[in-house]
Structures are given as C-alpha cells and as structure tokens.
C-alpha cells in the first residue's frame, strides 16, 4: 500500500495558509421553475471537515455536484483548487474531477462488475482509452485498489459482483472507488441516508478517519442534526437553496442542536430569533454539561410539535 | 358527479356542475382523429379480408387439391446427409455473421441515439431516423444488390442480412441503455473519466445481457427469413430448396422446407435456453472461489491478489465465451468469405448504382404497380386483423392472470412458441405450392405466422397490468370472464393498439417479400424485375414499399403517443 495514503503532515504544511480549497461564489441555479441554489457563496480551507445540513430539496445535492462540475450554474463562480469548475470543459475538467473523489447516496456502483473493477473505475482519469474487464489495468493499479479495498475492510470481497454486497459493504466500495483517485477533496453526499444505523456508524468513522490520515479536504451532506453535531468540524445549514448557517460544531450544545434543528426546517420569518442567539453558540460552553436524557427530550418534544404544525 | 363539487348557491348548482362535465366529455381532436383513423385501418382491413377471398368454403375446397398434389408428388425426400449438413451448417454460419455484423454497427449507433449518451439532439435523431430507414429497406432487395456487385457466395447474404438488422438491433440497443441505472455512469464520469470510458465501464456491463439477448432474438428472425434470400441466389438452405421447385422437384424442396422448419425451431429452443440462462444468473456469494478466498481469510495484499480466482462464474463465462468464439470461427470458416470481393467491390459501386437509377416502371405503367402495391397492403392488412382476432383469444389465455388455470396457460404458450418458430415463408411456400392458391395462402401464411408474435407480445402485456382493479372486481364477486372484459382488457387495450400496428409494419414487409414466391402483390413485380435485369424497375418498388413502411411506422408513432 505504499503511496496509496497521504502523510497527515500534509494538513500543517505550508499549503495550508495558499488560501482556500473550495470557494463559491454568489451561484444561483434554477431547474425549470425551482430555485435549488439562491446567491450561495461558501469558502473552504484545506483540510476542513464540512458538514452541509437541510431537508431533501434544500439544494446540498446541487451544490455538492456543482463543485465537481457535473452541474454548472446559472450565475456565480466556483473554484475548486484554484480551477474554475463552472468554465472548465474536456480534459481540464476531467483532470479537476479525478482529484475530487464523490461518494454517492445510492452508492451507484456497476452491478454486474466485480467489486475490484469497481474500484479501478476511480483511476479511469489517470488513463487514455477505455477499459473492459480486469486485464486492461496495470498490476500496481490493482495492487492499489486491493490496497484501498483492504483499507475498508473488503479485500475478501475483491473479486465479487458488486450488486452481491450489502448497502454498508456497496457504500465502503463507493469509498474505497473515491480513494482510488488519490483525491484530495471529497464530496459526499448523503453517503448513509441508505443504509441502517450500524451501517451508518460504520461508513461515517471510516470516512473520517480517512479524512485525517490522509489530510483531505471533505464536503458532506447530511440531514441528520445529531450526527452532523457528532461528525463535522463546521456545519453550513441550507434551507431551500439558501445559507442559513455557518458555524463550528465545537462547543454546541444539545439547545443549539435543536435551533439548528429549526434553522435548517423554519421559515424565514421565524429565523431572526435564532439568529442572535445562535451567533454566540461556539463561546458558550457552560450549556455543555446539560444531562443528555434532557436532550433527547427536547428533540422529542420538538419533532412532536413539528408534526402537529403540518 | 355533482357531489364533488362545492355549491356555493343552490340555484347555480346545474350550471357549475353541467360546464367541467362537458369539457371532460369533450375529446381532443387529436384523438377524435386517431380514432376516426383506426376505424377506418379495421374497415379498410375488413374490405381486404373480403378482397383476398378468403371463405371457408373456399379453403375447405382447397384441401382437395392438396390431397391431389400428394398422390402425385409421394414422400418428401431429403439431399444426401453429407451436403444437407453442409448446407444447414452454412445456412446457420451465414445468418449468425450477419447477425454479428449488425450488431457491431449498431453500438455506435444505439450510443447516438440513446438519450442518455447521446451527444446532442440533432445526433439523436438522427440515428433514431437512420435506423428505421435501415429498417424500411427489405434484406431481399439489398441481397438482390449484393450479388449483383459480389460474385455469387456468402458474402451478399451476410451484408444483406447484417444490413437490414442494423435497423432493429440498434433501435433495441439504445432503448436498453435509456433503460439502465444512471448513477453509477455518472458516477465514473464524476471521477474524471471520458465519454467512451464512461460507455465501457459505466454502460456496457449493464446492457450486456439485454444485448445478448436482443441479438440472440434477431438472430432468429434472421434464420427464419434466411431462406427467401436463397430466391435471390444467396447460398445456403432455400437457394437449394428454391432450385427444387423451379426444376419442378416437389419432393425435394419440400423436404428442404421440412429441415428449415425443423432447423428454426431448434435455434429457438436453443436460444430461448441461453436466454433464460443468462438472464437469469444470480450470484450466489457462495461459489467455490468466494469460499476459497473466506478459507484462506484476509490474505494481504500479495501478488496472487492481483489476478483474479478462477471461482464458478468465471470459469462458466470462459466457456462460453470459448465456445461462442469457436462457433464465430467456424462460421467464417464454412462460409468460405471471399475478402477479396470487400475490396473490388467499391470498383462496381458506380456501375451498378447506375443500371438502379433512375427509377420507372419499366414496361409497365404506374396504375399497375400501384395496384400491385395495394395488393400487397390489402394482404398486410388482411394478414393482421385474422392475426389479431386469433391472437386476443390465443394471448389472452396465455396471460396468467386469465387463463382459468395454469395448465391451459401452459398449453397455450408452448402453441406460441410453437408457431414462432415456424418461418412464416416456409408455410406460405407450403401452403402455395401444396393448395396451388395465391394470394389466399400467402395471407393465411402471414397470419398464422403472425400469432405467434402478437399472442406472445399480448399475452406478456396482460401479464404486466396492474392487478389492483382486477382484484377489487373479483372481491366485488365478478366472475372470471367478467374481471378479464372489465379490468384486464380495458387497461391492456393501449399495448394491443400498440403491438397491432407493430404487427402490420411487419406484415406490410413480409407480404412484398410474398410476392416472390408466388404470394400474389409488388413482390411477384419485384423477384421479375430483378431477374430480366430492370433495376430501375427494382428501385421504383424498393421506393414504394420504402414510402409505406415509413408511413405505417409514422402512423404507430403517432397512434402510440395519442392512446398513451
């Protein structure tokens, strides 16, 4: 596996301080008569693990494709290391795309594939021509990609169809296919809304854990509160196309979770209230100690209260 | 209906109600149209039936010379064993490179006109139009062409058969890529790959089996329709059985007509069994080679890793992929390809292009082509009505949701298949020289020929609809024949429309190829045409059958999107 992960020291390199990784600027995209993203600008430094929370249709999904090119927007600029992803086209654009690694919610592998062959798709970029069946790769690239299947725990699996797998086991393909483009960003998107609880632990620490080894730089959407909380070092709230939210996870309580909760569900009119009390949630860490049993609570009596208004 | 509607005064009631009603009753003219257009195909239809003179009578009175003409030919008889399977074999080479042909030329083609690896619109349509105009040409007049520019062999049949399912395979291949998941294609382009990348990791490993499966079908047809390029001096099976009748050999050819039927419904089975096989592979994840790999536990990235186990699956892919290889071979083989002719050919091309153009009517004049046409039509027509009167009967009781049980269901489908793998031309030549009758045999050939399709294609469509409204009529105490006439066939009314018109595109192609094997219509025109060296002649009926075929298709088009 030599060579397959980066050196985490890569994260207090010099490249740290170049300015930022993902920046977005002021993009509007509309399909047909939608709205998904409304004047969205959104910067991200190096290394940062960045959780994008909202309801189906807030426009995560949008805006994660449009930082790997696969949408383009309206109006506005997004540069991703330093390209231009929403002018770039052909073999620039391909180049940017192989060191974006995107993990998807339905996973998306090649069913009748074998698993391996799956993985070595995430190096297609790196070739010319197309590939049929395994003998078209080299030796170390397989050699990698067993490497990357061994990393999430699937390298007896290697030479499987892929539609055999479990959802968490596709999902840990759909990672290791990521790795195998020695990405330096990656984008995920919704990458557990399939797959059941213990799954979902799973796939959501070996992501992370692969994050800071390899000092990536990871985009992910979610639409859970608590395991955004949990997971993320920054949190960016969407609600219907727009940033409702920006802020660093450290240091929240289970009340600014539920705020957040509400943030990221309410109308517009209901958001100056939490607002202001939001804006001083990171410097507040006396609300820390608040028993747990009182959380889980409020969440209750808030999801309660949130049905009765439908 | 008026108990929906809020009233917000008593008196205005009538009128809120009376205005939304009528503009429900009130049809679009569109439909009016198309409906004013399918009674006017069924009366036209009818007309024909009437026109072609087919009665029991009549039929029944043909039986006599039927039993006359056996008196005289006695048994059927049979070329020796050695040439017979030398001439099966070449028969099923030439079909099968054809076939393989076809397929080949139509990847790029189904890519561009697929809406989902399309590169633009304008491609898109494009290779959707080229294809039914592949389709629109019959495979008799693009051989007739061939082995005026090729010195007699295989090769015109091949390119005359490879050609013309050019037409159906990519028009089969691209719906089978609009059909697949898109996810894990716009996954790998999401990691940077190219398009063609895209197609051969993302695409390709999706379709392939419904790909398979389409050539396997088409290859088929190919065989069944073989034999009427034998009329045309294609090698093989039915230019043998066509010397036989010629030189007034009844019991041979029609021996040689025994074979073919007997070769068709072979192949049939055959396929059908790949098929199956195929299509119906589920990974086990319990396979030798996974159990192997489990045994020996996590084995560490080492250099065996990289090559992959040779476990059950892969072993069962290499033979058959050897065994499809070998057949591939072998075919080339016996069919003894002249290369060479690929590449004097194009030195013929201008000459040859010249003695087809420009169209006329030759010594004829056009009132009498065109009535040889609406001959040919009258017999399509004919041909699809009997077809689909027999085939509601037929297909209904292969549905299993009609059948009374599953037996009759069994029964009813084996006669489907039985009938599919009768070639319809075989039977017409049968029919014809046995009943001495024209035009009558070749449209009862057609629609018994026809059965065997559209039975199925019904039968599958019944199958499919959904079976909540029969349940409730059934929970409602409706009796078996009244659940089938209120719930099944109103809701596979729409696919009969749909498969009927399917039906009469084929008939209108097979009733000109009819013709040249006495089946009365522009046929008998064309196999004469083609003999006495009247090619412009040739491309005058080429150009109208091309014009009807075009218009039908446009006609199924438009009645498919109205009754949607």
């Given at each position: ?5 980066q050196?985490?020291?890569?994260i207090?390199g010099?490249?740290v301080?170049?300015?930022p990784?993902?920046a ?5 995209k ?6 998904a993203?409304?004047d969205?600008?959104l910067?991200i ?11 189906s249709?807030?426009?995560?999904s949008?805006?994660?494709?449009h ?5 383009r927007?309206?109006t506005?600029t997004?540069t ?5 992803v929403?002018?770039?086209?052909g073999?620039?654009l391909r180049?940017?795309r192989g060191?974006?690694?995107?993990v998807f ?6 069913g009748?594939l074998?698993?391996?062959e ?12 197309p590939r049929?069946g395994l003998w078209?790769?080299r030796?170390?690239l ?6 990357h ?10 030479y499987q169809r892929?539609?055999?797998l479990?959802?968490?086991q596709?999902?840990r393909v ?6 195998m483009?020695?990405?330096r960003?990656l984008l995920?998107d919704?990458p557990?809304a ?7 632990a799973q ?9 800071i080894?390899?000092g ?5 959407s ?10 993320g070092?920054?949190i960016?709230g969407?609600r219907?196309g ?6 660093a996870?450290q240091g ?8 957040i909760?509400g943030?990221v569900?309410t109308?517009?009119a209901?958001?100056g ?6 804006g001083?949630?990171p410097?507040e860490?006396?609300?820390q100690g608040?028993p747990?049993e009182?959380?889980e ?12 208004r439908r | 209906?008026?108990l ?14 009376l205005t939304?009603r009528?503009?429900?009753?009130r049809a ?12 006017v195909?069924?009366?036209a239809s009818?007309?024909?039936?009437i026109?072609v003179?087919?009665?029991l ?5 043909s039986?006599s ?9 006695g048994?059927?008889?049979f070329p020796a064993?050695?040439?017979?399977l030398y001439?099966t ?9 054809g076939?393989?042909?076809?397929a080949?030329f139509?990847?790029p083609?189904?890519?561009l ?5 399309s590169p633009g ?13 592949i ?5 008799v007049?693009?051989a007739?062409v061939?082995v005026l520019?090729?010195s007699?062999g295989?090769l015109?049949g091949?390119?005359a ?6 037409g159906m395979i990519?028009?089969m291949?691209?719906?089978a890529i609009e059909?697949?998941?898109?996810g894990?294609r716009?996954?790998i382009r999401?990691?940077?790959?190219t ?13 392939l ?5 389409t050539?396997?079908?088409?290859n ?14 294609v090698?093989g ?9 010629k030189?007034?050999n ?10 073919i039927f007997?070769?068709c419904?072979v ?10 096989v195929?299509l119906?592979?589920?990974p086990t994840r319990?396979?030798?080679g996974d159990?192997?790999?489990r ?16 476990a ?6 290499a033979?058959?992929?050897?065994l ?6 072998g075919?080339?083989?016996i069919?003894d ?5 690929i ?12 003695k087809?153009w420009?169209?006329?009517?030759g010594s004829?004049d056009?009132p ?27 297909g ?10 599953p037996?009759?269901?069994?029964g009813f489908r084996?006669?489907?298949v039985?009938?599919r793998g ?9 029919l014809i ?10 449209t009862?050939a057609?629609a018994?020929?026809g059965i ?5 294609l019904?039968a ?5 609809v ?6 409730a009529?059934?929970a ?9 006439a ?10 009969l ?6 039906m009469?595109d084929t008939?209108i192609?097979a009733?000109?190829i009819?013709?040249l094997?006495?089946g009365?219509?522009?046929g008998?025109?064309?196999l004469n ?9 040739v491309?005058?009926?080429v150009?109208?059958?091309f014009?009807t075929v075009v218009?039908v298709?446009g006609?199924a ?7 949607r």
């Amino acid at each position: 596996m030599p060579g397959l992960t980066q050196p985490p020291q890569a994260i207090t390199g010099p490249a740290v301080a170049a300015g930022p990784v993902i920046a977005v600027r002021d993009i509007t995209k509309t399909f047909g008569e939608t709205t998904a993203l409304h004047d969205v600008s959104l910067t991200i430094a190096r290394g940062e693990i960045v959780v994008l929370l909202g309801l189906s249709g807030s426009g995560k999904s949008t805006l994660l494709r449009h930082l790997d090119g696969l949408d383009r927007p309206d109006t506005g600029t997004v540069t991703v290391l330093d390209a231009p992803v929403s002018r770039l086209h052909g073999r620039p654009l391909r180049a940017l795309r192989g060191q974006v690694g995107f993990v998807f919610q339905q996973f998306e592998l090649v069913g009748p594939l074998t698993v391996l062959e799956n993985v070595l798709a995430g190096a297609l970029f790196q070739m010319r021509g197309p590939r049929l069946g395994l003998w078209g790769y080299r030796r170390e690239l397989k050699l990698a990609a067993l490497g990357h299947l061994d990393r999430v725990g699937l390298l007896t699996h290697a030479y499987q169809r892929a539609d055999t797998l479990s959802g968490g086991q596709q999902q840990r393909v759909g990672i290791a296919r990521a790795l195998m483009q020695n990405p330096r960003i990656l984008l995920a998107d919704e990458p557990v809304a399939s797959l059941d609880p213990e799954s979902s632990a799973q796939v959501m620490a070996l992501i992370r854990e692969i994050a800071i080894d390899s000092g990536l730089t990871v985009v992910c959407s979610l639409h859970q509160v608590d395991l955004a909380l949990s997971w993320g070092d920054r949190i960016v709230g969407l609600r219907r196309g727009e940033v409702v939210l920006d802020t660093a996870t450290q240091g929240l309580s289970k009340q600014n979770m539920m705020e957040i909760y509400g943030r990221v569900t309410t109308s517009t009119a209901e958001l100056g209230a939490i607002d202001t009390e939001l804006g001083t949630a990171p410097d507040e860490p006396d609300e820390q100690g608040e028993p747990d049993e009182q959380g889980e609570l409020d969440l209750q009596t808030f999801s309660s209260a949130r049905d009765n208004r439908r | 209906m008026t108990l929906t509607l809020e009233r917000p005064q008593p008196g205005q009631a009538d009128a809120v109600a009376l205005t939304p009603r009528r503009s429900q009753r009130r049809a679009r003219p569109e439909k009016v149209a198309a409906g004013l257009t399918l009674g006017v195909l069924v009366t036209a239809s009818v007309v024909s039936l009437i026109s072609v003179d087919i009665s029991l009578p009549h039929i029944i009175a043909s039986w006599s010379n039927a039993t006359r003409f056996f008196d005289r030919v006695g048994v059927i008889s049979f070329p020796a064993p050695g040439e017979l399977l030398y001439l099966t074999a070449l028969t099923v080479g030439l079909v099968l490179l054809g076939t393989l042909f076809a397929a080949v030329f139509s990847v790029p083609l189904a890519w561009l006109a697929a809406a989902n690896t399309s590169p633009g619109r304008g491609w898109m349509v494009f290779a959707r139009f080229l294809g039914v105009a592949i389709r629109a040409v019959p495979d008799v007049v693009l051989a007739m062409v061939f082995v005026l520019m090729f010195s007699l062999g295989t090769l015109p049949g091949i390119l005359a058969i490879g050609i013309h399912s050019i037409g159906m395979i990519s028009k089969m291949f691209a719906d089978a890529i609009e059909q697949i998941d898109d996810g894990p294609r716009l996954a790998i382009r999401a990691a940077g790959a190219t398009r063609l990348q895209e197609f051969f990791s993302g695409v390709l490993p999706q379709v392939l089996p419904s790909w398979v499966a389409t050539v396997l079908h088409r290859n088929d047809i190919n065989l069944r329709g073989s034999v009427i390029l034998g009329y045309v001096g294609v090698a093989g099976l039915g230019l043998e059985m066509s010397y036989a009748f010629k030189s007034l050999n009844y019991s041979l050819g029609l021996g040689i007509a025994v074979v073919i039927f007997a070769l068709c419904v072979v192949m049939e089975i055959v396929s059908s069994a790949v098929r199956t096989v195929m299509l119906g592979f589920a990974p086990t994840r319990h396979g030798i080679g996974d159990r192997l790999l489990r045994r020996i536990g996590v084995i560490g990235v080492s250099a065996d890793a990289s090559r992959r186990p040779w476990a059950y699956a892969r072993i069962r892919n290499a033979v058959w992929g050897a065994l499809a290889a070998l057949i591939v071979i072998g075919s080339i083989w016996i069919c003894d390809i002249k290369w060479g002719d690929i590449l004097t050919f194009w030195s013929y091309l201008p000459e040859t292009a010249a003695k087809f153009w420009p169209p006329s009517f030759g010594s004829y004049d056009a009132p009498v082509m065109l009535a040889a046409m609406g001959e040919t039509i009258a017999i399509a027509l004919a041909a699809t009505i009997l077809t689909l009167l027999a085939s509601i009967m037929i297909g209904s009781l292969a549905a299993r949701n009609v059948a009374p049980n599953p037996r009759v269901r069994a029964g009813f489908r084996l006669v489907l298949v039985t009938i599919r793998g009768i070639p319809e031309i075989i039977l017409a030549i049968v029919l014809i020289v046995v009943t001495g009758l024209g035009t009558q045999a070749g449209t009862i050939a057609l629609a018994i020929g026809g059965i065997g399709l559209l039975g199925k294609l019904l039968a599958d469509s019944l199958e499919e609809v959904r079976p909540g409204p029969e349940q409730a009529l059934k929970a409602a105490g409706a009796t078996g024949l009244q659940v089938y006439a209120g719930a099944t066939a109103p809701q596979g009314m729409k696919a009969l429309i749909g498969h009927s018109f399917y039906m009469l595109d084929t008939n209108i192609r097979a009733a000109t190829i009819l013709g040249l094997v006495g089946g009365g219509g522009v046929g008998y025109y064309l196999l004469n045409a083609g003999q006495g060296s009247r090619y412009d002649l040739v491309t005058t009926i080429v150009l109208m059958i091309f014009v009807t075929v075009v218009m039908v298709e446009g006609l199924a088009v438009w009645m498919r999107r109205v009754f949607r």
